[in-house]
Nanobody, 115 residues
Framework: VQLQASGGGLVQPGGSLRLSCTAA????????MGWYRQAPGMQRELVAS????????YYAGSVKGRFTISRDSAKNSVSLQMNSLKAEDTAVYYC?????????WGQGTLVTVSS
């Protein structure tokens, strides 16, 4: 039941990336979904989440106004549009349900913001 995130890469400060994650229908449709990240030496943190009806969202203060979470019920997918990226956004990004379930942690996708 691991959820696999994709779309990471190397980007310059101020640049943009879009992350995507597809889940099994029975997981996606029954749960709020979240994007998490873990920077080197830091604990994993919730970056953004979206309710299962898609009508409500949450953003961590550090990304509010720069990141946008969305979900596509037809594709059972959740995306994270990241704009105005900063060096401190460098981390491995994961998707999971929210609150997270241990079996759903996948490999994550590495986002590196550097000039």
């Amino acid at each position: 039941v691991q959820l696999q995130a994709s779309g990471g890469g190397l980007v310059q400060p101020g640049g943009s990336l879009r992350l995507s994650c597809t889940a099994a229908a029975h997981i996606f449709q029954r749960n709020n979904m979240g994007w998490y990240r873990q920077a080197p030496g830091m604990q994993r943190e919730l970056v953004a989440s979206i309710w299962k009806d898609g009508k409500n969202t949450y953003y961590a203060g550090s990304v509010k106004g720069r990141f946008t979470i969305s979900r596509d019920s037809a594709k059972n997918s959740v995306s994270l549009q990241m704009n105005s990226l900063k060096a401190e956004d460098t981390a491995v990004y994961y998707c999971n349900v929210q609150p997270p379930l241990e079996p759903c942690w996948g490999q994550g996708t590495l986002v590196t913001v550097s000039s």
